[in-house]
Each structure stands twice: as C-alpha cells, then as structure tokens.
C-alpha cells in the first residue's frame, strides 16, 4: 500500500513536471510566433535617423511617428481604402461561403446523381486554367467588371481547394442518420442544409471563412489588373502604390526638386514597417472569432462510438 502511494506520488510529481515543461515549450513557441510581429511595430515607432545608425533595436534609441505621418499624408484617400478592403472582405467571404458550402455539400450527397462529375469539374480547375490573358478578356469584355468593384469579389469567390476541404468536412463530420431523420420528417434539401448540415458545420465553415477573408484582405493582384478609378482602390493596393512613389523619389532625387535632407528624412524602412502593421493589424483581430471554432475542429473525430 505505501509503495503505491509513493509511486502515484512520483507519478504525480512526474506529470506535474512534464505539465511545467510542456506549458513552457508551448509559451516560448507562442513569443516566437507573436514576436516577429511585435518587432515590426516597435521599427515603425523608431526614428529614421537613429535607425540607420544603430540598426534594429528592441528598445530604439529615439522613437518616432514620422513613418505613420508620411503614410498617412494621403488622408482621405486611405481611409477610402480601408472602406473599399473592408466592404471587398466582408461582402466577399459571405458570397464565397455561401457558394462553396452549398457546392461542397451537394458533391458530399452520396445520393446525388452528377456528384463524381461536378467533384471532377472542381478539381480539373486545381489542376489547369485559362491563364491570364483569357481570365482579363472574361472578365472585362464578357463580364464587364473594369473599374467595378465586383472585379474584387467575384474572381476570387469560389476556390476548389475550398470546396474539396468542405466536402470532406461534410463527408466526415456529418451522420448521414441525422440526413436520413430530416428526411423521414418531410424537410426539403435546403432545410436539410440550413437546420440540421450548417450547425453541425461551424468549424469547417469558420476554417474556409478565415481563409477567404485572408485572401480577400490581402489581394491586390486583381486591383491592379481591373481597377483604375482611386475611388475604388483597396488598401493593400494603395499601400502598394506608395511604396512604389517612395522608390520613385529615391531613385530619381538628382532629378527632384526636393532637397537632399528632405530626401534623407524620407522614412524608407519604417514606412515599410508602418504599412506592414496598417496592413496587417486589422485582419490580426479576426482570428479571436474563429479560435473557439479551430478548437472544435481538432476534437472532431477524437471520441468513436
């Protein structure tokens, strides 16, 4: 009796130690991941000047804002930016949510006659396209989305890899005997879907919806192949564009009518770093939303019956 007392003390201890250890690991992980991050902002509130002569520093020598001022000088027209990302990623993930969560689940219908056509029809698309040239004629001479700001949304609206990620979700995570008790109780497809299939699928949809929210935020690609009006230019692509004016004044200063210390005073890299921070700083809020869902994913499957 006293032995195993003592060994499920030391059984205790043991895991008390390796619960130490293991919250230690995963909390210098967590500083690694976060701290990249951290530093880029801490660069952008640093002085030019004192950058360039100390270099990178955690606790900068002389801090500043002049970085967040020149980026800034545009006014309204970056703030018409962050409008124009905003409405493109909220407005866009809901039109590809929709759209990927019902094709998703139609391929998922083992009952559904076309289901192995449709599921090749998505794939084919993962593995060939059109390439640009016929993607810019489509859209602009068939569609006419040129200087819309459905040119934003629309190309990136559905993802294959998407819909086969849900489909698998769907295949996996929901029991076809829940399918079958809708049925029996006289419910339509889309009830099916939107009372018994959608409450099953949050963390799968929160997966997908984080991912086009990622890449609707970050696109910038389709602004410069479709968008001319500054009305309608998103913010990735505004950011974009500064950079590019600020590498056109460095590189042709001889020609400038600028002075040589207003050329120096130029914030170049924590301009930089600025923008990565406006940039990224707002999306950074969304993953708090989707954690609870992530969490959910993970213990999917975990427990068989």
């Not at 509130?45 to 500043?64: C, H, M, R, V």
């Not at 859209?139 to 819309?148: G, I």
Request: proline share 4%; glycine share 6%.
């Amino acid at each position: 009796m006293a032995k195993s007392n003592a060994k499920s003390q030391d059984f205790h201890q043991l895991s008390k130690g390796w619960n130490i250890g293991a919250n230690l690991i995963a909390g210098i992980f967590a500083f690694l991941c976060v701290f990249p991050f951290l530093f880029v902002l801490i660069i952008s509130f640093t002085d030019e000047k004192s950058l360039a002569t100390n270099g990178y520093q955690i606790i900068p020598e002389k801090w500043s804002l002049e970085a967040y001022r020149y980026v800034f000088q545009t006014g309204d027209t970056l703030l018409r930016s962050y409008g124009v990302t905003i409405f493109v990623t909220v407005v866009g993930t809901i039109i590809s949510l929709c759209v990927i969560a019902l094709y998703a689940y139609a391929v998922s219908r083992k009952s559904f006659r076309y289901r192995n056509f449709f599921s090749f029809f998505a794939f084919f698309t993962m593995l060939f396209n059109g390439g640009l040239v016929p993607t810019y004629i489509v859209a602009t001479q068939v569609l006419h989305l040129k200087d819309s700001i459905w040119a934003l949304i629309w190309p990136l609206a559905v993802n294959a890899f998407y819909i086969m990620i849900l489909r698998t979700f769907y295949s996996t995570s929901v029991p076809d005997a829940i399918l079958e008790s809708g049925k029996i109780d006289g419910a339509s497809e889309f009830k099916i879907f939107y009372k018994l299939v959608l409450p099953l699928s949050l963390p799968g949809l929160a997966t997908i919806g984080l991912f086009s929210t990622l890449g609707y935020w970050n696109d910038w690609f389709n602004a410069l192949l479709y968008i001319d009006n500054p009305d309608l230019v998103p913010l990735q692509s505004m950011l974009m564009r500064i950079e590019t004016s600020m590498q056109f004044i460095l590189q042709n200063s001889q020609n400038s009518s600028l002075s040589m210390s207003a050329l120096q005073s130029l914030p170049q890299d924590t301009s930089r770093m600025a923008m990565v921070v406006l940039a990224t700083g707002p999306i950074v809020l969304a993953y708090p939303f989707f954690q609870r869902y992530f969490i959910q994913g993970l213990t999917i499957g975990a427990v068989k019956e």
